[in-house]
């Protein structure tokens, strides 16, 4: 009896495909929830300079279905955005621009996106 590899592979090669447009579509979501967090931090944070979309969404190559979003804050109080951002479907990571080291700070604004 011969094994044929090819169902396996169209399976193997259907599910990529699926998983792949899962992710491409969440990534677009994640963005609008990026500006949907910014604009929502943006009236409630007092001190607030600038947010910047950082990672995988702000690169758009998220390359897991469970990706997160990365913001960053210059400005405003850390703790109280939290607050800001806890309804979120999305897993949010948020970290203070001013105390990160400065060549992940640079590379937060070289390779991120601005939000505000």
Same mark, same amino acid.
């Given at each position: ?8 592979? $169209?399976?193997?090669?259907? $599910?990529?495909?699926? !998983? $792949?447009? #899962? @992710?491409? =579509?969440?990534? @677009? !979501? ?7 967090? #910014? ?7 007092? %001190? ?10 702000? *690169? %758009? /190559?998220?390359? *897991?279905? /469970? ?6 804050? $210059?400005? %405003?109080?850390?703790? !109280?955005?939290? /607050?800001? @951002? +806890? ?10 621009? +001013? ?8 590379? @937060? +604004?070289? =390779? %991120?996106?601005?939000? =505000?």
């Amino acid at each position: 009896m011969n094994f044929d590899p090819k169902p396996y592979l $169209e399976f193997h090669r259907s $599910e990529k495909a699926r !998983q $792949e447009l #899962a @992710v491409q =579509t969440r990534l @677009v !979501q994640a963005r609008q929830e990026a500006l949907r967090l #910014a604009q929502t931090l943006s009236r409630h944070l007092a %001190g607030l300079r600038s947010i910047w979309l950082f990672g995988s969404v702000a *690169r %758009g /190559d998220p390359s *897991r279905p /469970d990706f997160d979003i990365d913001l960053a804050l $210059e400005g %405003g109080d850390l703790y !109280q955005a939290w /607050d800001c @951002v +806890e309804d979120s479907p999305f897993a949010v990571d948020l970290v203070s621009l +001013e105390h990160l080291p400065l060549h992940f700070r640079q590379k @937060v +604004e070289a =390779t %991120g996106i601005k939000l =505000t």
